[in-house]
């Protein structure tokens, strides 16, 4: 004999967003990433930026570069694209709650906009402030409190009937992690036109991206297009952000004499 079990405010919450992106027809493409100078950059760094730091501002940055990726499908009142006029990052956090391990979506606005350091503290806040005082977090397990019906008439009307909103209360991309202890994930099951899975701790620089999207707003090649411009961008402008910070040249990753860093200032 076994017993019913409840489900948890937190499994609530992971059981709507599974049932919407359940809704979604869902496809991925992975690419090996090889970065072993910005992984020497970020040992360089103080305070260190998170790999999941890095990666959001430069998918920010591409999806701005490619305008598709800001969109979402809306099927009401008839089939179609809203295409939002920012980027907004919904990432998965994992904190604990109530004695319980849970999942929470934290929201960073506009972050192709906001410097590494910027989006490094909101996501410190995020990983360690407490969860009472998130005012995102406490909506979140208000919600889940909800009855089942309620929260699905909810999340149907966000989807369909108020687009405007749903880049805020959602995102315009998801962020999770993949490459768990080296076990990467084939897709990630998420809300949004995009989720990008990022291995949290790559063995110098290399790591799978695992990019998952609705295959009704984008296909597979401008899918893999997105993903090798992310990583341009970390090369490029995310590495030259990373050396100012670090107080050496980019190009070659050696000292700026103090003269050159008074000039640059």
């Not at 109530?98 to 410190?124: I, K, S, V």
């Not at 009855?147 to 966000?158: D, E, H, I, Q, S």
Request: net charge positive.
């Amino acid at each position: 004999m076994g017993n019913r079990i409840a489900l948890s405010n937190g499994r609530r919450l992971v059981d709507d967003v599974i049932h919407m992106a359940s809704r979604m027809p869902l496809a991925s493409v992975a690419c090996d990433w090889d970065l072993p100078d910005i992984a020497k950059l970020r040992r360089m760094v103080r305070p260190r930026i998170s790999w999941n730091v890095l990666v959001m501002k430069a998918h920010a940055a591409a999806c701005a570069q490619m305008p598709r990726f800001q969109c979402g499908y809306v099927k009401f009142p008839w089939p179609h694209l809203y295409q939002h006029h920012q980027n907004v990052c919904m990432m998965t956090i994992s904190r604990e709650h109530m004695g319980e391990e849970r999942l929470l979506f934290a929201r960073f606005n506009e972050p192709d906009n906001l410097t590494l350091l910027e989006l490094q503290n909101q996501y410190d806040h995020f990983r360690k402030a407490p969860v009472n005082e998130i005012k995102q977090f406490r909506h979140q397990v208000r919600f889940a409190r909800w009855p089942g019906p309620l929260r699905k008439l909810a999340w149907w009307m966000l989807f369909n009937v108020w687009p405007r909103k749903r880049a805020f209360h959602m995102g315009t991309f998801g962020m999770s992690v993949s490459g768990y202890k080296g076990a990467y994930g084939a897709y990630h099951l998420g809300p949004n036109t995009t989720t990008i899975g990022v291995d949290p701790m790559p063995r110098k620089g290399k790591s799978r991206i695992v990019l998952t999207f609705d295959h009704r707003v984008v296909d597979g090649v401008p899918a893999t297009e997105l993903l090798f411009r992310v990583r341009h961008i970390l090369n490029t402008a995310i590495r030259v952000e990373l050396a100012a910070m670090a107080g050496v040249r980019p190009n070659n990753l050696e000292p700026i004499e103090p003269i050159e860093a008074n000039k640059a200032a």
